[in-house]
């Protein structure tokens, strides 16, 4: 499930090392928009509002622009099937649910979190109506996380009729939340 990710050092976006790696628009990176590269799926340079500002005359971006990885984005991003539990909604939404309630403890800066954001999504859809799925920012809601001894993240936690069941730390396959799932359907 997890993939490696690869480092890739480029000193400047014009002097790059070989054809693999070279932007698909050309040479040299535009200042006017952003440029992917080629060989490296989710990798883009995109211009800082600094490089953004040169003048119509200047060809090329010289500082100020930056390589960003799109993956970052799509994983945070494609993770809203889950509705998230603050300080708040936690008594009613999970500790008084007649339903099985999963719930995920998680920060936006935790790369693991970002790993399993889609395996809970998808057991999300294919526990509709059988198991009611929630998110918990931990940064927004330090409290629960400290109230249930989260220590690490992610952690999943199974309540079922307000109690603490299970809970899987770490990002897991998806058959092991599936065991942890049908222990208490």
Known sequence: MAGLMET???PRACALPSASLAPVSGSCV??????????????????????Q???????FARRGSRIVCEAQDTTVEGFRFLAAVTDATWQSLVLESGSPVLVEFWAPWCGPCRMIHPVIDKLAKQ???KLKCYKVNTDESPSIATQYGIRSIPTVIIFKNGEKKDAVI?????????TSIEKFL
Do not use: D, N
């Open 30 to 51: 535009s200042h006017r928009s952003s440029v992917r590269f080629s060989g490296f799926r989710g990798l883009k340079i995109e211009p800082t509002r600094s490089s």
């Open 53 to 59: 500002k040169l003048s119509s005359s200047s060809k």
């Open 8 to 10: 890739l050092t480029i």
């Open 127 to 129: 526990y509709a109506g």
């Open 170 to 178: 770490g990002a897991v396959p998806e058959s092991t939340l599936t």
